[in-house]
């Protein structure tokens, strides 16, 4: 059997998949993912202290390391974002850009102090995530910790660029 006119996606973390149209396999799983519309559903309420958000068929969670913050010790927060599939089907994000995850540092005023991907170039390539289910996709990253003083508290905010109702937000006060 002949194969040809492959479909090229990228996924999270620079991966591609590829859909060899006219193969039995490939076609089926593409029509399956072409037809499935991303999640969306109702805005998140800020939650204190929340590090999980479920919103139908994903779960998001937002977890920050060290903690407690010792600004001392640490010029940086470790973050992980994971997204996982509690559902029974294939969900797909579209994403315009490259990019995946953003995280926002306010400080207890509300002002932007720290926006992680503003010293990060994006391909302005659109390209989708796609999560099996009971699988999950996770991102590792760092934010500095140099515009934070000791004592003040500060608001950990992490989302989808295009999905922002999958969002967590987690306060975070320094010790010196």
């Known amino acids: 059997m002949r ?3 492959p479909l090229a996606f990228t996924l999270a973390a620079g991966f591609s998949l590829v859909f060899l149209a006219g193969c039995g396999t490939t076609s089926r799983f593409a029509s ?3 037809h499935l519309l991303p999640f969306t559903g109702e805005p998140a309420q800020a939650q204190p202290e929340a590090v999980a958000l479920q919103q139908g068929k994903l779960v998001f969670k937002m977890q ?3 903690l407690p913050l010792k600004l001392s010790d640490n010029r940086q927060v470790a973050v ?3 997204l996982e599939n509690v559902s029974k089907r294939f969900v797909q994000l579209s994403f315009p850009t490259s990019q995946r995850i953003e995280i926002l540092v306010r400080d207890d005023k509300g002002k932007l102090v720290t ?4 010293d990060r170039a994006y391909e302005q390539t659109p390209g989708f995530v796609g999560i099996n289910p009971a699988e999950r996709v996770e991102y590792d990253t760092t934010i500095s910790t140099r515009d ?3 004592g003040r508290a500060y608001t950990i905010i992490g989302f989808l ?3 922002e109702h999958l969002r967590s937000e987690q306060t975070l006060v320094p010790e010196p």
């Open 3 to 5: 194969c040809s006119s």
């Open 32 to 34: 399956r993912a072409y």
């Open 64 to 66: 920050l390391s060290p």
């Open 80 to 82: 992980r974002i994971s």
């Open 115 to 118: 926006q992680w991907s503003e």
């Open 148 to 150: 934070m003083q000791a």
């Open 161 to 163: 660029p295009n999905f």
